[in-house]
Nanobody, 127 residues
């Protein structure tokens, strides 16, 4: 059974940090690009960051560049998202997702290019 499970969400004050983790099972994660997406109430789901399957090339949405870092551990089948300098506008449910790209150096922040999704973890940034 294919499964992605996120963890690490919670409540944090502005300027604080959180580290999200996504554990994959039921498929071989190293062959897939992985993305982190988020959805705030009343808004569409947006791509936050992704990392390619082959060489770990990463992409970030402009609003998180310099604050968030995505990483993967193929041996452990996990993907992490380190989030620093958090802002109230980062508040959302965060989802990890895996998608197959024939170009192993590629990943995109496009929702419908990802096949497998986790259930999401809530991140709330508030004082």
């Amino acid at each position: 059974q294919v499964q992605l499970v996120e963890s690490g969400g919670g409540l944090v004050q502005p300027g604080g940090s959180l580290r999200l983790s996504c554990a994959a099972s039921g498929f071989s994660l190293p062959f897939y690009a992985v993305g982190w997406f988020r959805q705030a109430p009343g808004k569409e789901r947006e791509g936050v960051s992704c990392i390619s399957s082959s060489d770990g090339r990463a992409s970030y949405v402009y609003s998180v560049k310099g604050r968030f870092t995505i990483s993967r551990d193929n041996a452990k089948n996990t993907i992490d998202l380190q989030m620093n300098s958090l802002k109230p506008e980062d508040t959302a449910v965060y989802y990890c997702a895996a998608g197959y790209y024939t170009d192993s150096q590629r990943c995109d922040l496009v929702v419908n290019e990802y096949e497998y999704w986790g259930q999401g973890t809530q991140v709330t940034v508030s004082s």
